[in-house]
Every structure is written in structure tokens, then in C-alpha cells.
């Protein structure tokens, strides 16, 4: 008896009617999303629209989503060395300073939190973002050296650090009254509870308690401190003025913002 000859249907058939060896599987439902502002996060999403650029193509201005916040301005040093990556986001290059402030981003910084979204291929982003009051003896900072993130004082009474979880990354890092909060994970993926620092700073809290200027990609105004300018891409900056990011509720929150941050396909 020979074989019957194969059938061709040249259409689009759904799932449902082909037959598989393996069933297909039951995906979980979707999970939630929430827009950043939504959220209640201020949002610098690195993407042309949100980005004044001079004639020579350096950005000169760096407006937050929907406006909903303080313009992001560059550093003194910063002479024209911002641009965005072809691939959307702010490109940063070692030991050149493109960063930027927001000033007075936080007044009397009691709890805060900030979600940075970055790519970091040599594990060498050095200094992301910094929180600096202009008349404080210390000032706080997140960074990524030799493939170990850092949130941590200047005066070093207080740190949280753990290993970076890929060249690609979110990174959360959370204060509560002179304690600091540290999570990391790759974007897609569930961001884990956070890490503590082991002890609380009151020093750090009483330099924090005026206004202070958010730095994004460097630590200050000042021009010699190179080594702490890395190489990275940063495509997002999301802060809670007011928000514990170890509590059930705000952790949910901040969950919901990345994973709304992570569907759009990124900042182009």
C-alpha cells in the first residue's frame, strides 16, 4: 500500500488545528504593567524626543517624561560629550565626562529610590547616578566596577554591593533614613528582594536632610576625578521621591514600572 501524498495549504492555519508532537504549553497570564509617572516615578527615558541637542548634535537638555520633573542639564565638564547610542539610550565613554544634573532633585531625602536601566558590556559603568548636596561632607553613589555593583557614602559608613547580573541590567538601589537597599537583575526578569546595607549611616542622613542635585553618570561638577567616569549605556532613570522600595506595595510599583519600561522595546 503506498503512502498518500502530503497536503499543501499555502494559508496561515492557527494553532488549534496543527497537530504537534509536543502539546503546546500553558502560558501564565501576562503580568501587570504600570506607566512610570502612573507609578509615581519621575522618568528620564533616553530617547530623541526627550532630548534638546546643539548644532553639533551633544545633547544640551534632557526633559523628564511628560514633563513630570526638573529638566536634566549637563555638568560643567561636560562640553558637548553626551550623545545618544544608535541604539537609543545616553552613551557614556571612560574617563569623559557626559554627564548631567538634576537640580534640587530632593529635598530632605528621608526614603527615596532609583531604577536605572543600563548596558554595560565591559562591566565598567563606574559612577550611574549620585545623590550630592552642594553643602554636604559626603554625598551617595551607585556604580558598577569589575562586574560588582556599589551603592554606598563617600565617607564610606555605609554600603550594599553584590555582583552585576549581565552586561544588560536594571538596577535598584533604595535609602531609608541613613540605611541603603540594593537590587539588581537582567530586564525581563523578576527583580529580586532587595539587599540591606548592615549598618545605618546618621551622618549620611544629617548630610542628606537639605536639598540635593541628582547627578546622572558622574559624581559632581568636578573635572579630575576621571576614574570614576566608566563606559555604559544608560537608557533609563526612574526616581521615587518618597517611596520604601523594600515594602510589599512599593516594590510591586516599581515592578510594574520596569516591566512597562522593558515592552517598549527599548528607548529608541
Same mark, same amino acid.
Given at each position: ?104 532633585? =530632593?529635598?530632605?531625602?528621608? /526614603?527615596? &529610590?532609583? @531604577?536605572?536601566?543600563? !548596558?554595560?558590556?565591559?562591566? *565598567? #559603568?563606574?559612577?550611574? %547616578? ?107 532613570? =526612574?526616581?521615587?521621591?518618597? /517611596?520604601? &522600595?523594600? @515594602?510589599?506595595?512599593? !516594590?510591586?510599583?516599581?515592578? *510594574? #514600572?520596569?516591566?512597562? %519600561? ?7
Amino acid at each position: 500500500m503506498t503512502e498518500p501524498a502530503p497536503l499543501y495549504i499555502d494559508i496561515d492555519l492557527p494553532d488549534r488545528v496543527i497537530l504537534r508532537d509536543e502539546a503546546m504549553p500553558t502560558g501564565a497570564a501576562p503580568l501587570p504593567t504600570l506607566h512610570p509617572n502612573d507609578a509615581e516615578a519621575i522618568w528620564y527615558r533616553a530617547h530623541p524626543d526627550a532630548m534638546t541637542l546643539d548644532a553639533k548634535g551633544a545633547i544640551a537638555a534632557w526633559r523628564a517624561e511628560n514633563d513630570l520633573g526638573t529638566l536634566a542639564r549637563p555638568v560643567d565638564p561636560n562640553d558637548g560629550n553626551a550623545r545618544l547610542a544608535p541604539g537609543g539610550g545616553v552613551a557614556f565613554i571612560r574617563e569623559v565626562n557626559g554627564g548631567f544634573i538634576v537640580d534640587a532633585a =530632593l529635598v530632605e531625602a528621608e /526614603r527615596f &529610590c532609583c @531604577a536605572v536601566r543600563l !548596558a554595560s558590556p565591559e562591566s *565598567q #559603568a563606574r559612577t550611574l %547616578v549620585t545623590l550630592n548636596p552642594p553643602d554636604g561632607d559626603t554625598y551617595l553613589f551607585l556604580s558598577e566596577k569589575d562586574g560588582m555593583i556599589e551603592w554606598r557614602d563617600d565617607a564610606g559608613t555605609v554600603e550594599v554591593s553584590m555582583p552585576s547580573p549581565g552586561a544588560e541590567m536594571w538596577v535598584l538601589a533604595g535609602y531609608d533614613h541613613g540605611r541603603l537597599m540594593l537590587s539588581a537583575a537582567k530586564p525581563g526578569t523578576r527583580m529580586p528582594p532587595v539587599q540591606f546595607s548592615t549598618a545605618t549611616s546618621a551622618g549620611l542622613a544629617a548630610a542628606l536632610s537639605g536639598a540635593n542635585d541628582l547627578f546622572i553618570g558622574c559624581r559632581s561638577h568636578r573635572k579630575g576625578i576621571l576614574k570614576t567616569l566608566g563606559s555604559a549605556t544608560i537608557f533609563d532613570v =526612574l526616581l521615587w521621591l518618597d /517611596r520604601d &522600595c523594600a @515594602a510589599p506595595e512599593g !516594590a510591586e510599583k516599581i515592578a *510594574q #514600572a520596569c516591566r512597562f %519600561v522593558d515592552q517598549q522595546g527599548g528607548a529608541a
